[in-house]
């Protein structure tokens, strides 16, 4: 069973940054390198929704709602994955849960909340 243990969350203000990271403690480093990492978030209320997906190669996509604000990256050295929070709105207020996908087996993290307030 994988553990994905994310990091960084916390109160932030708008226009500020914030890095969350997210680390696979068991995963071996061969399976990590073609495994699909992605952050998806929850805000109350409403159903989780992927915000940003890194694919092994390194080809990132991100939801409309992110997109130029937000950066996903990897490294695969030391099997984590690092979601850049940049320009943060109020509406980016949610629990950020890490994810990682690789010939169907899928794991999720417990997630990190991140409170977007002045």
């Known amino acids: 069973q994988e553990q994905l243990v994310e990091s960084g969350g916390g109160l932030v203000q708008p226009g500020g940054s914030l890095r969350l990271s997210c680390k696979a403690q068991r995963m071996i480093f061969s399976t990590f390198i073609g495994t699909t990492m992605a952050w998806y978030r929850q805000a109350s209320g409403k159903q989780r929704e992927l915000v940003a997906e890194i694919l092994s190669g390194g080809v990132a996509n991100y939801a409309d709602s992110v997109k130029g604000r937000f950066a996903i990256s990897r490294d695969n050295s030391r099997k984590t994955v690092y979601l850049q929070i940049n320009d943060p709105k109020p509406e980016d207020t949610a629990v950020y849960y890490c994810?990682?996908?690789?010939?169907?087996?899928?794991?999720w993290g417990k997630g990190t909340l991140v409170t977007v307030a002045s």
């Open positions: 994810n990682s996908r690789n010939a169907g087996s899928e794991y």
